[in-house]
T-cell receptor, first 113, second 113 residues
Framework: SQTIHQWPATLVQPVGSPLSLECTVEGTSNPNLYWYRQAAGRGLQLLFYSVGIGQISSEVPQNLSASRPQDRQFILSSKKLLLSDSGFYLC????????????FGAGTRLSVL | GESVGLHLPTLSVQEGDNSIINCAYSNSASDYFIWYKQESGKGPQFIIDIRSNMDKRQGQRVTVLLNKTVKHLSLQIAATQPGDSAVYFCAENNGDSWGKLQFGAGTQVVVTP
C-alpha cells in the first residue's frame, strides 16, 4: 500500500535561518506531489506542485522554494526564514489513476521565532 | 476569483445525533468534490468523494449530497461519535489536469456528550 512520510513533525527555527522539509512517498510511481501551508484555524493554501522529477510549479510568490530530486521525494526549502513562514506544512500526493484524490502526510509544525 | 466556502465555521452536535456540514461552491465548471476530515495536529484524511454526474453517494455512516442547481454540497454524518470531532473541509476540482484542488475554509465539528 502507499504511504507518505513527512519530517520533522515539529520544528522551531530562528528568523533568518534556512529551512528544509522533506516528503517521501512509498508504494507508487510517478505521483503528483503538492506542498500546502495551513495557518492556525484556516484552510489549506497550495504552495507548490510537481508532476515529475525536476518539474515544479509555484502557486504563490513567497520566501519558499521546492525541489523534486527523485520521483518520490519532494523538498520544501527556504534560504532565510521570516516570521510569516510559521505554520503547518502539509505534503500530499495523487496517484496516476485516481488523480483527483490527494492523500496527505502528517504535516510539519514550523514555528519561526 | 471563484472559490469554495462553508456556511458555518463551528457545528456543535450531541453524541448520537446526525451532523450536516454544508459547503457552497461558485465554479460551475467543477466536476469533482471531496470531503476531508482533519483532526487536531494531523493531516487531512479523505472521507468521501462525488462526481458532478451524481447527486448522492453513501459511505460508512457518511453521505454526500450534491445540488448542482444551487452549487451546494453537504456531508451528513449519521450517529455522530466523539471521534468525529474534527475540522471538515470540502474541496473541488474544476477539471484541472494536474489534480489541483480548491479547499474551503473548513467547519469545526464539536461532539458533546
Amino acid at each position: 500500500s502507499q504511504t507518505i512520510h513527512q519530517w520533522p513533525a515539529t520544528l522551531v527555527q530562528p528568523v533568518g535561518s534556512p529551512l528544509s522539509l522533506e516528503c517521501t512517498v512509498e508504494g507508487t510511481s510517478n505521483p503528483n506531489l503538492y506542498w500546502y501551508r495551513q495557518a492556525a484555524g484556516r484552510g489549506l493554501q497550495l504552495l507548490f506542485y510537481s508532476v515529475g522529477i525536476g518539474q515544479i510549479s509555484s502557486e504563490v510568490p513567497q520566501n519558499l522554494s521546492a525541489s523534486r530530486p527523485q520521483d518520490r521525494q519532494f523538498i520544501l526549502s527556504s534560504k532565510k526564514l521570516l516570521l510569516s513562514d510559521s505554520g503547518f506544512y502539509l505534503c500530499a500526493w495523487t496517484g496516476t489513476v485516481a488523480k483527483n484524490i490527494q492523500y496527505f502526510g502528517a504535516g510539519t509544525r514550523l514555528s519561526v521565532l | 476569483g471563484e472559490s469554495v466556502g462553508l456556511h458555518l465555521p463551528t457545528l456543535s452536535v450531541q453524541e448520537g445525533d446526525n451532523s450536516i456540514i454544508n459547503c457552497a461552491y461558485s465554479n460551475s465548471a467543477s466536476d469533482y468534490f471531496i470531503w476531508y476530515k482533519q483532526e487536531s495536529g494531523k493531516g487531512p484524511q479523505f472521507i468521501i468523494d462525488i462526481r458532478s454526474n451524481m447527486d448522492k453517494r453513501q459511505g460508512q455512516r457518511v453521505t454526500v449530497l450534491l445540488n448542482k442547481t444551487v452549487k451546494h454540497l453537504s456531508l451528513q454524518i449519521a450517529a455522530t461519535q466523539p471521534g468525529d470531532s474534527a475540522v471538515y473541509f470540502c474541496a473541488e476540482n474544476n477539471g484541472d489536469s494536474w489534480g489541483k484542488l480548491q479547499f474551503g475554509a473548513g467547519t469545526q465539528v464539536v461532539v458533546t456528550p
